[in-house]
C-alpha cells in the first residue's frame, strides 16, 4: 500500500512538473512575440519619421524657393541678397562701358524745288548709313510736302541732322530729344539675371519633387517665371533697337503759286439729261422695291379674294 501511495505521488508530482514546465514555454513565447511586435513598430515609427522629416525638408525647399520668387517679384522687393550684390556689380561694369541713350529729332524744312529734294536726301542717307522707315507725301493747290521718318545709327544721328537741315532755303523748326535709359536698361537685365538663376533653381527642385500636387505647383511657377524673362528679353530689344539706331522725323515742302480754278457750272441741256437719268433711277428703284413685297401682295391678295366671295354669298341669302 505504500509503495501504491509512493507511485501515485510520483506520477502527480510529474504532471505538476509538465504542467509547470508547459506553463513557463507558453510565457516564454508570448515575451519573444511581444519583443518581436514591439520592434515592427518601432521600426514602422523610425521609417514614417524618417519620411516625414524627408517630406518636411522639401516642402521646407518649396516654400524657401517660393518666398524667393515673390521676393524677386514685386516691383519694390529686391532680389535675393547674394544675386543682388553680383547683379550690382555687374551693372556698375556694364555702365562704365555702355550708355543707352535713345535719341530722337524733328525738323521741318522749306525747300526750292520738291522733285529734286528727294534724291539729295537719298544721297545723305545713303552717306551715313541710314534708311527711311516711313514716309508720306502730300499735295494741293498750295503746297506740295513729305514727311519721312529716317533710321540712323547713333554715331552718325547729329551728322545726318545737321545736313538734312542744311538741303532746306528755310528751316522752321529743329528739335532734338535724348533719353538716358542706361539705368533701366541694366537693372532690367539684372533683374532678368536673377530670374533665370531662379529658374534653374526650380528645376532641380521640380527633379526632387513627390508628389503631384508639388510638380503641378512647381510647373506653374516656372511658366510665371519664364514669362517674366521673355518679357524683360522683349524689353531689352527694344532697348537695344531704339539706342542702335536713333530716329529722326524730317518734314520738307515746296510753296506753290496758288491758282484760282473757278467750277464749272454745268448747262441746261446738261442739267436736263441728268434730270432724266435721275428720274429713270428713282423710276426703277421703285420697282425694284415694290418687287421686294411680293409676300405682301400674294397674302392681300388671297385676302381679297375671299372676301369678295363673301360678299357674293351675303348679297345672294
Given at each position: ?77 529686391p532680389p535675393p541678397p547674394p544675386i543682388v550684390k553680383k547683379a550690382n556689380e555687374f551693372k556698375e561694369v556694364q555702365k562704365k562701358d555702355v550708355r543707352k541713350i535713345i535719341k530722337t529729332a524733328d525738323a521741318s524744312i522749306e525747300v526750292e524745288k520738291f522733285k529734286e529734294m528727294k534724291p ?198
Amino acid at each position: 500500500m505504500q509503495v501504491g501511495r509512493n507511485v501515485v505521488l510520483i506520477n502527480k508530482s510529474k504532471e505538476k512538473f509538465i504542467i509547470n514546465e508547459t506553463k513557463t514555454n507558453m510565457k516564454t513565447m508570448y515575451l519573444f512575440v511581444s519583443v518581436i511586435f514591439i520592434l515592427i513598430i518601432g521600426c514602422s515609427s523610425q521609417m514614417e519619421e524618417k519620411a516625414k522629416t524627408k517630406l518636411g525638408k522639401t516642402d521646407e525647399l518649396a516654400s524657401s524657393f517660393a518666398k524667393d520668387a515673390e521676393e524677386t517679384e514685386g516691383d519694390m522687393a529686391p532680389p535675393p541678397p547674394p544675386i543682388v550684390k553680383k547683379a550690382n556689380e555687374f551693372k556698375e561694369v556694364q555702365k562704365k562701358d555702355v550708355r543707352k541713350i535713345i535719341k530722337t529729332a524733328d525738323a521741318s524744312i522749306e525747300v526750292e524745288k520738291f522733285k529734286e529734294m528727294k534724291p539729295e536726301i537719298t544721297k545723305v542717307i545713303q552717306k551715313w548709313q541710314a534708311y527711311i522707315s516711313k514716309e508720306n507725301e502730300v499735295n494741293n493747290n498750295y503746297k506740295i510736302s513729305n514727311t519721312l521718318e529716317i533710321r540712323v545709327p547713333g554715331e552718325n544721328f547729329e551728322k545726318l541732322l545737321d545736313e538734312l537741315v542744311s538741303l532746306g532755303k528755310k528751316v522752321d523748326y529743329k528739335k532734338i530729344d535724348a533719353n538716358d535709359v542706361t539705368e533701366e536698361y541694366y537693372d532690367i537685365q539684372a533683374r532678368m539675371e536673377s530670374n533665370k538663376k531662379l529658374e534653374q533653381s526650380y528645376f532641380e527642385l521640380l527633379k526632387k519633387a513627390y508628389s503631384m500636387g508639388d510638380i503641378l505647383q512647381i510647373q506653374e511657377k516656372l511658366g510665371q517665371i519664364r514669362e517674366e524673362i521673355e518679357a524683360k528679353e522683349g524689353r531689352l530689344k527694344h532697348i537695344d533697337d531704339r539706342a542702335n539706331y536713333s530716329t529722326v522725323s524730317l518734314f520738307y515742302y515746296e510753296l506753290l503759286d496758288y491758282k484760282y480754278i473757278p467750277q464749272k457750272n454745268p448747262g441746261f441741256f446738261e442739267r436736263l439729261a441728268k434730270a432724266l437719268h435721275s428720274g429713270w433711277t428713282g423710276l426703277v428703284t421703285i420697282l425694284i422695291g415694290i418687287f421686294y413685297l411680293w409676300p405682301l401682295w400674294l397674302v392681300l391678295g388671297i385676302g381679297f379674294y375671299f372676301f369678295r366671295r363673301y360678299l357674293k354669298r351675303t348679297k345672294k341669302k
